[in-house]
Nanobody, 122 residues
Framework: QVQLVESGGGLVQAGGSLRLSCAAS????????MGWYRQAPGKQRECVAG???????NYADSVKGRFTISRDNAKNTVYLEMNCLKHEDTAVYYC????????????????WGQGTQVTVSS
């Protein structure tokens, strides 16, 4: 089992920044990739960014150049630095872990966190 706990969400004005953290515990060594999905009200959950244990990253087109994902393997923690936030970034952000790699497909996610709300005021 793997437990994922997110933190760092909140309310920010458009153009501002937030940093999300996801602390993993349990059998995290079995997970090769971790990342973030988000779900806005009335919309489907979408992939935001992922990072493998080796450091390879993947970003959704909508966040490229604004968001940066990183991980600290020693702390089993993944971070999502979000800059130049837009109103359309408002969503619940979920940390996710995947066993084999970052596929960008929800069906491949092995573990989910509870989610943290990010609200960007326009």
């Amino acid at each position: 089992q793997v437990q994922l706990v997110e933190s760092g969400g909140g309310l920010v004005q458009a153009g501002g920044s937030l940093r999300l953290s996801c602390a993993a515990s349990g059998r995290i060594f079995s997970m090769n990739a971790m990342g973030w999905y988000r779900q806005a009200p009335g919309k489907q959950r979408e992939c935001v960014a992922g990072i493998t244990r080796g450091g390879s990253t993947n970003y959704a087109d909508s966040v490229k150049g604004r968001f940066t994902i990183s991980r600290d393997n020693a702390k089993n923690t993944v971070y999502l630095e979000m800059n130049c936030l837009k109103h359309e970034d408002t969503a619940v952000y979920y940390c996710a872990a995947e066993r084999w790699g970052w596929s960008t497909r929800q069906q491949s996610i092995d573990y989910w966190g509870q989610g943290t709300q990010v609200t960007v005021s326009s």
